[in-house]
């Protein structure tokens, strides 16, 4: 059964129901809402409401989620997390197509989706497999590096990242894991 | 996860192994433009790391340069003996009172006679594994 709504005018809107066994009640939210708020299902499935979380209508979507109140989040585009010994395996991820291994703890991440711009920031944390009384340090995309004379890579495609230790003199290390997160 | 692996050769020689997340025909986009590829399994690319400076593309597979695997060792050495020399530097440096210097001295010469028989070992060394072995040295 189909219900329309014929416009004012010309034209129509109809709801339908889908094309599958079962029956489905959907009650609508007692009052009509704020601007940008989003319908989801209440606390009882099927009973719609507005919830606390926004879209402006230009894509910014804004939430609270504890930071106090709602305010427009920015997006992770792209990250990754993978075994640096061993057998390099990546184990979960997000707009990345693949890892390369270039060698001793140097990777570039290489996404699926092109990003916009090459302004984005690249977030990388190590853990594990170092020298106590080394001090770890790590290298993203074009500059700081001061052991290699590889071309260097930070474009919206791909990303280069490192890991070493400084005693007695810099050197790629490999560690337990990477972590890479790229937010634009 | 799949276990294919995506291997190339770089045009310096090192040797670049691709991962894919989810599809090997997707990270297949990632291998630089020009340089041809061979699809591989896990199985294919040694899980020791201990020389991936040294990787090489043989004929079949990934190989290990023993010249690169030496001068790998060598740098490996060179830390493992500062890393030991460091506690007896610290007296010698600093003349620390009622520490003895004598002591760290002669100290610090079994540290140099013992790595220089490490180093005599890699240049002697007929496959990695053997530089290996020669740097798994005791104090």
Redesign the interface.
């Known amino acids: 059964m189909t219900l329309r709504l014929n416009g004012n005018t010309s034209g129509y809107t109809e709801i339908d129901a889908p094309a599958v066994a079962g029956s489905n009640t959907l009650t609508l939210p007692t009052g009509a809402g704020s601007a940008n708020q989003l319908l989801k299902n209440g606390s009882t499935a099927g009973s719609l409401a507005f919830g606390t979380a926004t879209e402006d209508g230009s894509g910014n979507f804004a939430f609270n989620s504890g930071y106090g109140s709602s305010a427009v989040a920015y997006g992770c585009r792209a990250w990754v997390n993978f075994n640096g010994t061993g057998t390099v395996a990546i184990r979960a991820s997000a707009n990345v197509s693949s890892i390369t291994d270039n060698g001793t703890g140097d990777y570039t991440v290489n996404f699926t989706t092109a990003l916009v711009d090459v302004n984005y920031v690249t977030i990388l944390t190590v853990a594990g497999n170092r020298n106590a009384t080394d001090q770890m340090v790590s290298n993203v995309g074009t500059n700081g590096n001061a052991s290699t004379t590889n071309p260097e890579t930070y474009s919206t495609t791909q990303v280069r990242i490192r890991a070493g230790n400084t005693e007695p003199t810099f050197s790629n290390n490999d560690v337990t894991y990477y972590g890479v997160a790229i937010f634009r | 996860?799949t276990t294919s692996r995506?291997i190339y050769s770089n045009t310096?020689g090192?040797v670049?192994?691709?991962?894919?997340?989810?599809s090997v025909e997707?990270?297949a986009?990632?291998v630089p433009a020009g340089l041809a590829y061979q699809i591989v399994t896990?199985d294919d690319?040694p899980?020791d790391?201990y020389f991936?400076?040294a990787w090489v593309l043989g004929d079949c597979c990934i190989e290990h340069d023993l010249g690169k695997c030496k001068e790998i060792g060598h740098?490996k050495r060179?830390?493992q003996r500062?890393?030991e020399f460091?506690p007896f530097d610290e007296i010698i440096a600093k003349q620390i009172p009622g520490a003895d210097a004598l002591a760290a001295e002669a100290s610090r010469q079994q540290i140099r006679d013992r790595y220089s028989e490490v180093q005599d070992a890699i240049d002697a060394a007929a496959d990695p594994d053997s530089i290996k072995a020669a740097l798994e040295v005791t104090p």
Do not use: Q
């Not at chain 2, 670049?16 to 989810?22: C, D, L, R, T």
């Open positions: 996860m995506i310096d090192s670049a192994v691709i991962i894919p997340a989810e997707l990270a986009k990632d896990t690319v899980s790391r991936r400076g740098d060179r830390v500062a890393e460091k």
